[in-house]
C-alpha cells in the first residue's frame, strides 16, 4: 500500500518521534505538516522548473532571483512558516525542531534552490539564539524570525574549503565592541538576493591576536544594511555558474572594510559554527530526502502513465524494482532523518546527555547517508523516464542536478564519515553506536546476523589506526546507514502494517549493500576477503 | 604505480585482446593507439568545454553545431579516422574493430557530444556494409567511410521507445524501389547538423502490407540531398534541451513524404537494426569508460594540486579511497569493452560459432555495467572536487551530466539486464555463462567463492520464471559486471605487476558489491537472506 510523503512523516513524527513529548497531539503534528506540504505544492513547487531555467542572476555588484521568487517569499513571510521552531520570545512559535525538518522536506523538494534561503537563515537563528548577546539576539532576531530578513553563513575561502583553519579574512577592531571585517569569502548560498531589504551575515574572521590554525577564529555578525539605512561595506563579486540549484545565489562575497559585531567568545567561532552546523547537516540530510522523494513523485506518475508493449511501464518488474528501491531508501532515509530530529528535540527539552550522544551519533549517517540516497534516487528517478528522463522538461534531471550539491556541502560526505569514526567513535570507543547496535537488535531480530557483523566492525575501525580507519570511514558510514534503515523500517513496519512491503523489500534487497561494506572493512582491517 | 589510458589501452589489445591474431605487431598497435590519444588530446578536447556552453543550436528547420565543431569535423576527417576498422574496398583500414573502441575511448573521453557523431557514422557504416545492396554500399559507403557524410539512426518515435514495434512511421511503394517515407522520429542523434554536405539516415518504417508489431517493420535508406543535389524532403522539426551533450544535436527528424530505398529484406528491419545496435552498445558501453577516464583524470589533477590542512588531499585516506575506485572499476570497465570487443573481432575473422556466442553474452554486460559505472565514477569526480566540482568551470560536473544519458541510450540498463537474463540465458540455459565462469576459475582462483555463488545464481536465474527472474535481473548483471571485472584484473595482473595493486583494492573492496548482488538474488528467488 502506497503512502504520501506527508502520511510518513506524521507517522515518523507521531508514532515514531516523540512530538506527543513536547506537548503535542497527533492532530496537531498533522494539521501542521499538511498545512506545510499544501504550501510547497501550491506555492513554492509552481514556479520552480521556470525559475531553474532563469537562474540566479548577477550584475553591477547585484543579485537578481527568478521573476518569481520576491513574490513566493513574500508568501512565505506572511505564512509565518520561518519561525515555525524558532523561539516564542522572538516571535516564533516554538514547535519542535523535527516539525521544521518536516517543514524543509517538502520546502526542498517543491525547489530546493528557493528552500535554501529559509534554511540557512533557520541556522542563522540558531546561532545567533546560542551565542548572541541579548542585545544582539533583541535586535536582530526578530527581524530574522518574521523572515523579513535572511541569514547567509560566511565560511568558506578560496584556500579554505574542508579545512578552516586557514582562512584569512581579518577583523580589525573599531574600539566599542566594533570591527571592520577584510576578506573574501565563496560558495556563499543566499548571499546576497532581491527578496528582502536586509541581509545577516555569520562571518568566520580572525582578530588581530588570534593565534594561527582553528583556535584563532572568532565569529562576527554584519548586517548588509546598517542601523542609519546606509549599505555596509559588503558585496556580492559574483555568482557561481553550476551544475544544478541555478536559482540560488551561490555568491562570492567582498568584505571591504565591512561594520560587524563579535558573536561570543573571541577564537571560539568554530565551536558556535559547529553547534550552527550540526543542525545544517541535519537540514541537508533532509535536503537528500527531498530529491528523493521528488524524484519518485515523479516517476511514479510517469510509470503510471507511459505505455510500452501493450502495458504501463510500471508493471514491468525492472521498473517497479526501481520504484520500489526509490520508495524503501527515500523512506528510510526520511525515519533516519526523523530521528536525527528527535534526538535533537529530546535533548532540547530535557538536556539529557544520552540524547545528546544519540544526536551526535546520528548526524554525520543522517547528512551522509540520506545525501548519498538522494543522488541515487534522482538518478533513478531520470532511468525510470528513459530518453524523456535526461531532457529538461521532464523535471526529472534537474531533480538530479540539484541533488547533487548535497553530498558535497556543510561538510563533504568524505569529511561526515571521519567525523564519524574519527570524533563519535573515538570520543567513547564506540559505547554509543553499541546502544544503537543493542536497541535495533532488540527491534528488529530479523536483521541480526547483519548487525553482529556490523557491531564486529565496530570494534574493528575502533581498533585501528586513524589512517587505516579513514581509509574505511566511508564504507562505515554507508554500512551504518543500511543498517540504521532496516532497523526503523523494521519498527515502522510493527507499528503500522502499509509499511511490510516496503520493510520487506528494503531488508531482502537493499541491506545486503551493509554486508558488502562489512566485508570491504573486514577486507582492509585485517580479517581475511577474496 | 599509475599507467594512463593509453597504456592500458594498449595492455589490453595486445597482451590480453588478439589484435597479434589480426596480423598487427604489438608495435602497430601502440602507433595507431598513441596518435589516436594524441589526435583526441590536440584536436578534440580543446574546444570541448566552450561546445558545452554554446550547445547546438536550432532555427528555421536547421541546426547550427558549436563555432569549434566543422573544423573539428574537418580533422577528423582529414586524419582519415572513420575509416580505421571500415572495409578497405570503400575505403577503410580494415583494422580490427577493437581498434576502433579505443580510439572511441579517447574521443569519448576528450568530447562525448563530438564524439557521438562518428560513433553513429560507424554503426550506419556497419549496417549498410551488412544489409545493404552491392550498389548502394558501392554509392554510399565510400562518403561515409572517408567521412564526408554522417550517418544517423532513425528508431524511436514518441510512442515508441523501448518497445519498437508500435512504431508508426510508413513507407509508401513510388515503384522501381523507391518509397517515399512518412513520420516523425524522435532523439535521433546528430540527425541534422553543418558539418557535412550530407547525411545518410537508416529508418525503420512500415511497409502498407506489414504485418502488426515488430514483425513488419523494414528498414530503409535515405539522405538529407537527393542524387540531383536537391534537398529530400526530411528536415530537423527542433532539438532537445538536455541534461548534458549539450553539443551533440538531439533531433527531432520530420519525413514528409522522404524518397528512400529498401535496405535488407522487407519486414525484417528490426533483425538488421539490432545486429547494428550490438556494435552500438558496446560503443555506448566505452562511452562509459571514457567518461571514467577522464574524471580520473581531472580529479587525480586536482587531487595533486589542491592543498588542505597542510598537505596534498591527495594524501588524505579518504580521497585517496575515492581515486582508487575511479582507477580500479574505469580500468575494470575497460578491460570488459575490450574483452568484448575482441570476441566480436575473433568472430568476425573466424566465424566461430563460440566467439559469436561470447560476443552476445558480454554486450549487454558491457554496456550496462560499463555505463553504470561511467556514471558513478564521473559522480566520485565531482566529490573529489568539493564545491569546486559542482561549479562548471572545473569540468567535472560536465562529465557527470554528459555521463548521464549512456545508461539511457541504446536499450536502457534495464533493457540490457532483461537480455541478459531471458535472452542469452535462456538460450543455452546458461552454457555460455558456465564456460566463461570456469575460464574465470581457472584464472583467478582467488575469487573462487565469489563465482561459486555467482554459478549458483545463475542457476537460480535460469530455473526462475520469466517475471521473478526480470525483477532480479538488474541486481544480477551488476553481479556479472563486478565479477568478469575481477577476473579480467586478475589476469591482467598475473602478465603486468603494474596491475596487482589496482586488482587487488577492486578485489577486496568492489567485489563484495557481487556478494551483495548475490544475496539479494538469492533472497528474491528462493533462498533466504536476510
Known amino acids: 500500500m502506497r503512502t504520501t510523503a506527508a502520511e510518513d512523516v ?74 515555525l521552531s524558532a523561539p516564542e520570545e522572538f516571535g516564533g512559535q516554538a514547535l519542535p525542531g523535527s516539525l521544521w525538518v518536516a517543514m524543509m522536506e517538502f520546502a526542498l523538494a517543491a525547489d530546493a534552490s528557493f528552500a535554501l534561503g529559509p534554511l540557512l537563515t533557520a541556522g542563522a537563528i540558531e546561532c545567533l539564539d546560542h551565542y548572541g548577546s541579548p542585545e544582539q539576539k533583541a535586535r536582530l532576531l526578530p527581524h530574522m524570525v518574521s523572515g523579513e530578513w535572511t541569514g547567509a553563513m560566511c565560511l568558506t575561502e578560496p584556500q579554505s574549503g574542508s579545512d578552516l583553519g586557514t582562512l584569512r579574512t581579518r577583523a580589525e577592531p573599531l574600539g566599542e565592541g566594533r570591527y571592520a571585517l577584510h576578506g573574501q ?4 548560498t543566499w548571499g546576497d538576493h532581491d527578496c528582502t531589504g536586509n541581509i545577516v551575515y555569520l562571518v568566520l574572521a580572525r582578530l588581530p591576536d588570534a593565534p594561527p590554525g582553528s583556535r584563532g577564529i572568532s565569529l562576527f555578525v554584519a548586517t548588509k544594511m546598517l542601523a542609519d539605512g546606509t549599505r555596509n561595506a ?16 551561490t555568491c562570492t562575497m567582498l568584505f571591504e572594510g565591512a561594520e560587524a559585531e563579535l ?39 510517469y510509470a503510471a502513465e507511459r505505455e510500452q508493449g501493450g502495458r504501463k511501464i510500471e508493471a514491468y518488474p525492472d521498473v517497479a524494482r526501481m520504484l520500489m528501491e526509490m520508495r524503501a531508501s527515500t523512506l528510510a532515509a526520511r525515519l533516519i532523518a526523523l530521528e536525527t530530529a528527535a534526538a535533537g528535540d529530546r535533548f532540547r527539552r530535557t538536556g539529557d546527555a544520552e540524547a545528546e550522544l544519540r544526536l551526535a551519533l546520528l548526524t554525520p549517517i543522517a547528512k551522509a547517508w540520506c545525501t548519498e540516497r538522494g543522488v541515487e534516487n534522482a538518478s533513478t528517478g531520470v532511468q525510470v523516464h528513459g530518453g524523456m528522463g535526461y531532457c529538461e522538461d521532464a523535471g526529472a534531471a534537474q531533480v538530479l542536478r540539484d541533488a547533487r550539491i548535497a553530498p558535497i556541502y556543510e561538510g563533504t560526505n568524505g569529511i561526515q564519515a571521519i567525523d564519524l569514526v574519527a570524533r563519535k567513535l573515538g570520543r567513547d570507543q564506540g559505547a554509543a553506536m553499541r546502544a544503537l547496535i543493542a536497541e535495533a537488535r532488540e527491534a528488529a531480530p530479523a536483521i541480526g546476523t547483519t548487525l553482529d557483523g556490523f557491531e564486529a566492525a565496530t570494534a574493528l575501525i575502533v581498533a585501528a589506526e586513524p589512517e587505516a580507519a579513514q581509509s574505511v570511514s566511508f564504507a562505515y558510514l554507508d554500512a551504518a546507514g543500511w543498517v540504521l534503515g532496516a532497523w526503523l523500517l523494521a519498527r515502522a513496519a510493527q507499528l503500522d502494517a502499509r509499511y511490510a512491503e516496503t520493510e520487506h523489500f528494503f531488508r531482502q534487497r537493499m541491506l545486503p549493500r551493509a554486508v558488502a561494506r562489512i566485508a570491504e572493512i573486514n577486507a582492509v582491517l585485517g580479517r581475511s576477503g577474496e
Request: charged letters at 20%; hydrophobic letters at 40%.
Open 185 to 188: 569569502k565563496i560558495y556563499i
Open 234 to 249: 559588503l558585496r556580492c563579486g559574483g555568482i557561481e555558474h553550476k551544475m544544478g540549484i541555478h536559482a540560488s545565489p
Open 10 to 83: 506524521i507517522f515518523g513524527l507521531t508514532r515514531m518521534g516523540d512530538t506527543e513529548a513536547s506537548g503535542l497531539s497527533a492532530d496537531d503534528v498533522a494539521q501542521v505538516v499538511n498545512e506545510a506540504a499544501r504550501f510547497c505544492r501550491d506555492q513554492i513547487l509552481p514556479g520552480a522548473q521556470a525559475a531553474d531555467r532563469e537562474g540566479a542572476r548577477y550584475a553591477n555588484g547585484t543579485v537578481t532571483t527568478a521573476r518569481s521568487y520576491p513574490g513566493v517569499y513574500r508568501q512565505w513571510m506572511e505564512g509565518g512558516w520561518q519561525g
Open 263 to 301: 558573536v561570543g567568545t573571541p577564537h571560539r567561532g568554530l565551536n558556535a559554527m559547529f553547534a550552527m552546523m550540526n543542525n545544517a547537516r541535519l537540514a541537508i540530510a533532509v535536503q537528500g530526502v527531498a530529491h528523493g522523494a521528488r524524484a519518485l513523485e515523479l516517476a511514479e506518475a
